[in-house]
């Protein structure tokens, strides 16, 4: 059976992109020599299954899903265009670099509030 980790990101600490790499690399634990890029990001997050990385300190078992409950995503949007949408492109990324490679998708958005 499946098991989800919810993980609540808050978006209301997110102003700009140096503010949504801290609140993301705070949240999941990315390491020191994170490079704080979308990129980069993606690395971090395509490694969430893997402890052996040590690219997170969040670890999910193979199989499972990663959900990233975004409260007030409304006003993060509103707010944050740009790391919105990113948000949302380099999560649909990670899973279709993953599925690509005959593995699973692994990440969802929980996305709370109107949009």
């Known amino acids: 059976m499946m098991k989800t980790t919810v993980i609540a990101i808050d978006a209301n600490l997110i102003k700009d992109w140096p503010t949504f790499h801290s609140v ?3 949240a999941l634990g990315f390491p020191g020599f994170y490079g704080r890029n979308m990129d980069a990001w993606v690395d971090c997050m395509d ?4 402890p052996e990385s040590r690219m997170t300190s969040i670890v999910i078992g193979e199989g ?4 990233l ?7 993060f ?8 949408s990113a948000l949302i492109e380099c999560t649909a990324f990670v899973n279709f670099r993953r599925t ?5 998708s692994m990440i969802a958005l929980l996305l709370s509030g109107d949009l």
Do not use: M, N, V
Not at 64 to 67: G, M, P, Q, T, V
Not at 69 to 75: G, Q, S
Not at 77 to 84: D, G, L, M, N, S
Not at 100 to 104: D, F, H, N, V
């Open 24 to 26: 993301f690399q705070s």
């Open 47 to 50: 490694y969430i299954d893997q």
């Open 64 to 67: 499972d899903l990663l959900a």
């Open 69 to 75: 409950r975004i409260d007030k995503c409304e006003e």
């Open 77 to 84: 949007k509103r707010r944050c265009p740009e790391q919105f």
């Open 100 to 104: 690509s490679q005959g593995r699973r």
